[in-house]
């Protein structure tokens, strides 16, 4: 397989892990400018970043159909680029249910977790750029590292965001729709946390 061929799908990834950070970015400032009377425009904006994450996904798909010599394996291409594809899809869902919920006020801690999410995006682009030379990298495993660090650091926010909610949020329909809020919050950082078990799966089956 030439090197031309065999650059698709790492530079697939790259424009996966690089959709990722958009949304995780979009869906900050949909939280740090809040308002509610525009929430519909932002996850229509949200929603043309997922549509192109899901092209990539379909593009990598049928250019895997068609070959006949991969640099990796299949199911580990194909594991990969759902893993990255599941990042954004979790991201929208989140402003979804926002949308749905018909939140009116903006929580403090939900941009604590947004925060650690942008970064957690961020260092899942810079593992994608790493991994195509995995064979050599010396900062692929730092990369995965930090992912792992930042998903237990959303954890963390998580459950202290949830304990404030359920003691000091005296209205049940608060309560229900933030906790809906902040578990679909933490599942993005833990479809980070995916994207770099897959790439440590693979790196320990190539090496």
Known sequence: MSKKQDAFYFD????????ACEAAHYLEE???NFDPEHLHE????????????????????????????????REDIILLSQSLDEVVDKIEDVLVRM?????QVMRPDAIELGAVLIRCCEEVRMLMNE????????????????????????????????????????????I???REIYIYLEKCADACEHVADAVES???KNT
Request: glycine share 2%.
């Open 12 to 19: 697939n990834f790259i424009a996966c892990a690089s959709c």
């Open 99 to 103: 949308y749905c919920n018909n939140i």
């Open 202 to 204: 693979i790196v320990m």
């Open 30 to 32: 949909a939280f740090k």
């Open 42 to 73: 932002k996850l229509d904006g949200l929603h043309q970043v997922e549509h192109a994450a899901d092209g990539k996904k379909h593009e990598l798909s049928n250019v895997l159909a068609r070959a006949f010599i991969t640099p990796i394996e």
């Open 176 to 178: 229900i729709t933030w």
């Open 131 to 174: 991994f195509s030379d995995f064979h050599h990298s010396k900062k692929l495993r730092e990369h995965i590292i930090h992912i792992n660090t930042m998903e237990e650091q959303a954890d963390k926010l998580f459950i202290a965001a949830m304990r404030k909610l359920h003691t000091t949020c005296t209205d049940p329909i608060v």
